[in-house]
């Protein structure tokens, strides 16, 4: 079985990037998500330092969005060099910028996005009517990873209807993932991908532990319960559409 690993802040991780790459040998390469202008660059840095490996991305994330004025400029300038645009999106669990601020942020990389045809890889937290009504009007469905989605059956229907691509993680394997599951039973493997959100929401039986890209696979696993198919289809599936929304690094 091989992997690819959607979503893995490397470059947020205390432990050496080397070890952890080392420790998944089952993963062919992962994505290393920006969240603002530093941790975009030196997601750019690792994807020079590990070529075929490491995938970057730039982005500012909804909890940063009060500082689009000062990071947007820093993010654009990269926009040529990644594979994808985000973390972006919206939260309004935590609500740590202002929504307007939030909005205004998710518009403007879902417009570089467009121009650039460029994945678009985006938050969604409490946020399901607005970022469905963002991606839809803008037509930027066919770019649009949803990443870590925990939306249930309703949502998951509007957004799959709208065209985009699921990435799952922990949550769909949490003993409290029930409604994650149900959403994730009515998308086809052929529009899911998988991930870890390291160092974040590691699946069990590793909880109370730091995230790693080893642990891909145990995503992969909740889902092939959920499925009702093989592990190793679940990783060719998913590692298929990983390589046909983001290329191969």
Same mark, same amino acid.
């Given at each position: ?57 730039? &982005? ?90 925990? &939306? ?94 983001? &290329?191969?690094?």
């Amino acid at each position: 079985m091989v992997w690819v690993d959607t979503h893995c802040h490397l470059q947020l991780d205390r432990r050496p990037a080397a070890e952890l790459l080392e420790r998944a040998q089952a993963v062919d390469w992962i994505v290393a998500p920006g969240i603002d202008a530093a941790s975009s660059a030196a997601s750019v840095a690792l994807a020079a330092e590990y070529p075929g490996r490491v995938a970057a991305t730039a &982005g500012l994330h909804p909890h940063d969005a009060e500082h689009f004025e000062s990071q947007w400029e820093a993010i654009a300038a990269l926009a040529p060099m990644v594979a994808a645009l985000g973390e972006t999106g919206l939260d309004y669990y935590r609500d740590l910028s202002p929504r307007d601020a939030q909005r205004r942020s998710f518009q403007a990389h879902i417009e570089l996005a467009l121009d650039m045809n460029k994945p678009l890889i985006v938050h969604c937290r409490d946020a399901f009517a607005d970022v469905f009504e963002m991606v839809e009007r803008s037509g930027a469905a066919p770019l649009t990873v949803l990443h870590c989605w925990t &939306g249930g059956p309703r949502w998951t229907r509007r957004f799959l209807d709208l065209g985009v691509t699921f990435s799952f993680a922990g949550p769909v394997a949490f003993e409290t993932g029930d409604t994650v599951r149900l959403g994730a039973a009515l998308v086809p493997p052929e529009r899911a991908m998988v991930e870890t959100d390291t160092p974040y929401l590691s699946p069990p039986p590793h909880r109370s532990e730091p995230n790693e890209p080893a642990w891909v696979a145990l995503v992969g696993q909740a889902l092939a319960k959920v499925w009702g198919m093989g592990v190793d289809a679940v990783a060719g599936a998913t590692s298929e559409r990983a390589r046909t929304v983001f &290329g191969r690094p």
